[in-house]
């Protein structure tokens, strides 16, 4: 099974004027990395090395010079240009010949998730991703804010409901999907809804009525955060501060995270280092390459993406 990711990227984040008037939210910092940097490295570190960036027109020109190719990761990234914000499901009507029938995983550039067992949880969503999709929920205090689950007894999906403004649950979608090949086929039949986009709510919609709708849930400790607003975009960025600092590991670093997966090697970490500026970033990938030639194998690839 050949995996392949797509981050949507592009919008207008009017709700973070004036800082995203020159240049989309994707490139607002998250503490030391650019907003993309944590979906790439999550893709990447789940074992994706095709990836589709959905961009908007003016920012392409600017994610090829931070990403390029993604050579430099051992990966293979490629863009596409979303004109006209559509919706979350446009996504998948855009990037169909990229997907080309496989199962892609989709990741919103505005979700940052952080906490013990993300990437086992998506490995699980690939391993059901053959046939149906998967849906990755969080309990959430403002469910009225979100697409919002609702289970039975059984712990089973029984509803999707976009933004309900009478309470259903307390068990929001987040921004992370995994899709079977189906999808592209599925969203071409999706109408756009009040506001005009093509929601990814109703393309659940459909696989739940065809029974091929599959969950997992995040524990209560595990950390989501819709950057939508300064407000949760300080708050992760602190997050990943006080992380970083107390426990001497580099997050959403998708070089880290490329290594992890072994698309490239102690080297690739060294010429990064070269090349990012940052001392202390750059001596993160050092001391990360430095680790993986030490006896004890037991701390050798032990930092976080």
């Not at 008037?21 to 607002?28: A, M, R, T, V």
């Not at 010079?65 to 979303?82: C, T």
């Not at 013990?116 to 053959?130: F, P, S, V």
């Not at 006896?295 to 930092?303: A, L, T």
Request: hydrophobic share 40%; glycine share 8%; proline share 5%.
């Amino acid at each position: 099974m050949k995996k392949k990711g797509i981050i949507l990227a592009a919008g207008n984040a009017t709700r973070l004027y004036p800082g995203t008037i020159p240049f989309g939210k994707p490139f607002l910092p998250i503490y030391d990395k650019p907003m993309i940097f944590y979906p790439l490295s999550i893709l990447l570190q789940s074992g994706v090395r095709d990836i589709l960036i959905v961009t908007a027109p003016r920012d392409k020109a600017l994610f090829h010079a931070l990403l390029g190719d993604g050579s430099q990761f051992g990966a293979a990234i490629s863009y596409i240009e979303q004109p006209v914000a559509r919706g979350i499901a446009d996504a998948f009507i855009l990037g169909e010949s990229f997907i080309d029938g496989d199962p892609v995983c989709l990741v919103l550039c505005d979700n940052f998730f952080y906490g013990e067992g993300l990437d086992e949880a998506i490995e699980k969503g690939w391993k059901n991703a053959g046939t149906g999709a998967t849906i990755f929920c969080q309990h959430v205090s403002n469910p009225s804010c979100y697409g919002v689950v609702s289970f039975n007894n059984s712990d089973k999906v029984i509803g999707l409901t976009e933004k309900p403004q009478t309470f259903i649950s307390n068990w929001a979608a987040t921004g992370l999907y995994i899709y079977d090949g189906r999808a592209c086929a599925l969203a071409k039949t999706l109408a756009p809804s009040k506001r005009g986009e093509l929601e990814i709510t109703d393309l659940n919609n459909l696989y739940l009525e065809q029974e091929e709708l599959r969950s997992i849930k995040f524990h209560k400790d595990f950390l989501w955060f819709d950057l939508g607003t300064y407000a949760s975009i300080l708050e992760a960025g602190n997050l990943v501060a006080k992380i970083e600092s107390r426990d001497h590991v580099r997050i959403g670093c998708p070089y880290i995270a490329a290594y992890q997966a072994g698309y490239i090697d102690e080297q690739g970490l060294l010429d990064a280092a070269k090349t990012v500026g940052n001392p202390v970033y750059a001596a993160s990938l050092r001391n990360t390459a430095a680790m993986s030639l030490m006896p004890d194998e037991s701390i050798s690839k032990d930092n976080r993406i």
